[in-house]
């Protein structure tokens, strides 16, 4: 995988569902994967830094586990509300010298009714 | 602590006049990137900047952009003699540190650019 993708391009889902989507990344020269959400109108909000192979971070509802090895990305969110309807972004920092450069998905788009 | 501050949000360009965007980073932030955003597509990097430095580049367009982050003042993003394919959104974050050291980048809310 050269790029960075996520699974489901959208998501449409009842209050109170838990959900899950998927962000790949290249894992070859891994350093870092980032979580972002980010709503309408509003900056790219981040939710979470991951680094460790087998990690999990949990803000609340939502949470994330990472796999460095097989290159991929867990975000899940227990019980969705409406409020969670955002865009949510992973982005991939790998190796490169000075490089810093965050590498983003184009996002899932989750839409949660009421 | 205000967030990462842009200017102008919305901007209108006839084709061959020239756009500045401007990003003020938050307090403390010497690290500054921006990303564009085309119609139906992804966050994609443009330039990576520290105080006074071009750190990486490799994301923008070779003629006609350039951006600087002086010592003092904002970081600006310039785009000379403007086209239809520059209208986008352009995003700036900050970070007070490189993102290699485990910080994260925090976003402005965007510059709006049509060209027309």
């Known amino acids: ?114 | 602590n205000a967030g990462v501050m842009q200017n102008p949000r919305h901007l209108v360009r006839r084709r061959g006049q020239e756009a500045r965007l401007r990003c003020s980073p938050m307090k403390g932030h010497s690290h500054v990137y921006w990303y564009r955003q085309l119609p139906e597509e992804g966050l994609k990097f443009m330039v990576y900047l520290q105080k006074e430095n071009i750190i990486d580049e490799s994301g923008m367009p070779k003629e006609r952009f350039s951006a600087e982050f002086p010592k003092e003042g904002p970081s600006i993003l310039r785009i000379q003699q403007v086209v239809r394919g520059d209208s986008a959104a352009y995003f700036c974050a900050s970070s007070p540190g490189r993102t290699s050291w485990g910080n994260t980048i925090y976003f402005g809310e965007g510059s709006w650019l049509t060209v027309v």
Request: with cysteine; hydrophobic share 30%.
């Open chain 1, 1 to 114: 995988i050269l790029n960075v993708e996520q699974s489901p391009q959208s998501l449409h889902v009842q209050e109170g569902d838990s959900t899950n989507f998927t962000c790949s990344f290249p894992s070859s020269n891994f350093y870092a994967l980032h979580w972002y959400r980010w709503e309408t109108a509003k900056s790219p909000e981040a939710l979470f830094v991951m680094t460790l192979n087998g990690d999990e971070k949990k803000k609340g509802r939502i949470s994330a586990t990472l796999n460095t090895k097989e290159g991929y990305s867990y975000l899940y969110i227990k019980g969705s509300q409406p409020e969670d309807s955002a865009t949510y972004l992973c982005a991939s920092l790998a190796y490169g010298g000075a490089t810093n450069k965050l590498i983003f998905g184009t996002g899932t788009l989750l839409a949660v009714q009421p």
